[in-house]
């Protein structure tokens, strides 16, 4: 028997707040069930595996993270829209390293179709409309700015920057400026 007020919900929200302390590879449904108070199998009711546990902690990031990046967004373009994303993402992976990690977890395409992860996309998509890209090189910039946003960030939060100067800060705000220089002088596909 489940202790009363376990749901799916509660469950998730549960194994991201653990993954934000243990990291996101640690969560367990038996780690859960541990928090919880309850006996493995009566968590099964409500989640798969841990692999489905996981997966439902992927999406309720790239939610909690769309959500952010949408409120950042409003009203902004150019480098200020750039900036606002990144620093929207660079915010919620010091706050939540966990579901920042479970955020970048990769999804079956029917699973990633029906989450937040297009709104992603269509974001930055958004963004680079301010940089008048035509639609193959929309799909490059947004490999670009991704790349250089999620491996700036994870860098950052391994501590590859604490050693050094100048602060990381102040990297990250020349890095905003070049990605914006780039994007608004995005070079011309050479033909073969």
């Known amino acids: 028997m489940v202790r009363a007020g376990v749901t799916p919900e509660r469950l998730v929200l549960a194994g991201a707040e653990l993954a934000d302390e243990i990291g996101f590879d640690a969560v367990t449904v038996s780690a859960l069930a541990?928090?919880?108070?309850?006996?493995?199998?009566?968590?099964?009711?409500?989640?798969?595996?841990?692999?489905?546990?996981?997966?439902?902690i992927t999406l309720l990031?790239?939610?909690?993270?769309?959500d952010r990046a949408a409120e950042a967004l409003a009203g902004r373009a150019g480098k200020d829209a750039l900036t606002a994303l990144g620093d929207t993402y660079r915010d919620y992976a010091r706050e939540h390293p966990g579901r920042y990690a479970a955020a970048r977890r990769r999804l079956d395409p029917q699973t990633a179709a029906a989450g937040a992860g297009p709104r992603h996309s269509r974001m930055t998509r958004a963004i680079l409309r301010g940089y008048d890209l035509g639609e193959t090189d929309q799909t490059h910039a947004v490999r670009l700015i991704g790349s250089t946003f999620h491996g700036y960030i994870s860098l950052e939060l391994a501590g590859a920057f604490d050693h050094s100067s100048p602060d990381a800060q102040r990297s990250w705000t020349r890095i905003m400026d070049g990605l914006d220089a780039l994007l608004r002088n995005w070079p011309a596909e050479e033909t073969a």
């Open 34 to 56: 541990r928090q919880f108070g309850v006996k493995v199998p009566s968590l099964y009711s409500h989640v798969r595996n841990s692999q489905d546990l996981k997966t439902r």
């Open 61 to 66: 990031a790239l939610a909690e993270l769309a």
